[in-house]
C-alpha cells in the first residue's frame, strides 16, 4: 500500500525552508548516535570536562552533557565528539 504524502510537509521541513543553511548563521549542529554518540559542530571550546559531565562553549550559550563514562573522543576548532553513555542534554542561553 503506498503512503499519501502530506499536506505541507513536517514542522521540521517548514522550518529548515524559513531559516538560511546552518553556515550562514554559524549555528552549532548536533548529531547523536543513541545515546552513546554525540558530534557537536561549531563549537567555541571546552569549558569543563570529566567522566559523568562535559561542558562546551557555543556562540549562543553553552551545552552541559551529563552522563557515565564520557569520553572525548576527537576534537578541533569546530567539530567534537564525545562518546559515552549520555543521560541528559541541556541548553543554556
Same mark, same amino acid.
Given at each position: 500500500?503506498?503512503?499519501?504524502?502530506?499536506?505541507?510537509?513536517?514542522?521540521?521541513?517548514?522550518?529548515?525552508?524559513?531559516?538560511?543553511?546552518?553556515?550562514?548563521?554559524?549555528?552549532?549542529?548536533?548529531?547523536?548516535?543513541?545515546? #552513546?554518540?554525540?558530534?557537536?559542530?561549531?563549537?567555541?571550546?571546552?569549558?569543563?570536562?570529566?567522566l559523568?559531565?562535559?561542558?562546551?562553549?557555543?556562540?549562543?550559550?553553552?551545552? #552541559?552533557?551529563?552522563?557515565?563514562?564520557?569520553? @572525548?573522543? #576527537?576534537?578541533?576548532?569546530?567539530?567534537?565528539?564525545?562518546a559515552? @553513555?549520555?543521560?541528559?542534554?541541556?541548553? #543554556?542561553?
Amino acid at each position: 500500500m503506498k503512503q499519501q504524502p502530506r499536506e505541507g510537509g513536517s514542522l521540521f521541513e517548514k522550518t529548515k525552508e524559513m531559516l538560511p543553511g546552518q553556515g550562514i548563521l554559524d549555528l552549532p549542529r548536533m548529531n547523536m548516535l543513541g545515546n #552513546r554518540y554525540i558530534e557537536l559542530e561549531n563549537h567555541l571550546g571546552i569549558l569543563s570536562y570529566s567522566l559523568t559531565e562535559t561542558v562546551v562553549a557555543l556562540k549562543t550559550g553553552e551545552l #552541559r552533557i551529563k552522563g557515565r563514562e564520557l569520553e @572525548i573522543s #576527537r576534537i578541533d576548532r569546530e567539530f567534537f565528539c564525545l562518546a559515552g @553513555i549520555i543521560e541528559e542534554i541541556h541548553f #543554556r542561553l
